[in-house]
């Protein structure tokens, strides 16, 4: 089965900055998506961004951007100019066919 | 439209008990995951259901159980609840397949306390 794993149980950012959420996943398999969820105290459940193994350009959606290293199994997740709002739990995600998730990150973004 | 809808918000059992839980996908959505999120946890694999069908399940022992319905709701069904079964349950569905081809949605979650 695949895995995915979040090194950074916890993170935390100054408003307006910049922060990079790590995520690798191991897999034998070529196509697959990757994706970033965030889940804030309400614990509704969002998603954040998506990538396409079979494209090599990196995935970006207004302040949320990936880097997709798909040879290292690497799929970062890069927060600019965060704000207050942001803070939430971040899981990384690897599907093919059923969905599996990393244990998650924690980020705090402080005023 | 409705989104993923989950039932109930909350619930309490005793240990060895039964309990059942209940999920409404997005119309027009095919496939429903379950996960068990312990507190401050990540979400852990229960099961997925496709087309009537269930087409894997995580590393939980045969008490989980579940199945979907012909009009693919799901239900979740945990049998001798034992006390480190409580936790969030999170119900998500998608499109037809699954595969990451379409976003899932997830619902609100069933807090299970097993006292």
């Known amino acids: 089965a695949q895995t995915v794993t979040q090194s950074q149980p916890e993170m935390s950012v100054q408003e307006a900055e910049t922060v990079t959420l790590s995520c690798t996943y191991d897999t034998s398999e070529n196509n697959y998506y990757l994706f970033w969820y965030k889940q804030p105290p309400s614990r509704q459940m969002i998603l954040v961004i998506r990538q396409e193994a079979y494209k090599q350009q990196n995935a970006t959606e207004n302040r949320f951007s990936v880097n997709f290293q798909k040879a290292a199994k690497s799929f970062s997740l890069k927060i600019s100019d965060s704000q207050l709002g942001d803070t939430a739990m971040y899981f990384c995600?690897?599907?093919?066919?059923?969905?599996?998730f990393g244990a998650g990150t924690r980020l705090t973004v402080k005023p | 439209e409705a989104g993923v809808t989950q039932s109930p918000t909350h619930l309490i059992k005793t240990r060895g008990q039964q309990a059942t839980l209940r999920c409404s996908p997005i119309s027009g959505h095919t496939s429903v995951y379950w996960y068990q999120q312990a507190l401050g946890l990540g979400l852990q694999f229960l099961l997925w259901y496709d087309e009537g069908e269930e087409r894997n399940r995580g590393n939980f022992p045969p008490r989980f159980s579940g199945r979907q319905f012909p009009n693919y709701s799901s239900e979740l069904n945990v049998n001798a609840l034992e006390l480190e079964d409580s936790a969030l349950y999170l119900c998500?569905?998608?499109?037809?397949?699954?595969?990451?081809?379409?976003?899932?949605?997830f619902g609100q979650g069933t807090r299970l306390t097993v006292v």
């Open positions: 995600a690897f599907v093919n066919n059923d969905m599996r």
């Open positions: 998500a569905s998608s499109r037809r397949g699954g595969g990451g081809r379409t976003e899932a949605f």
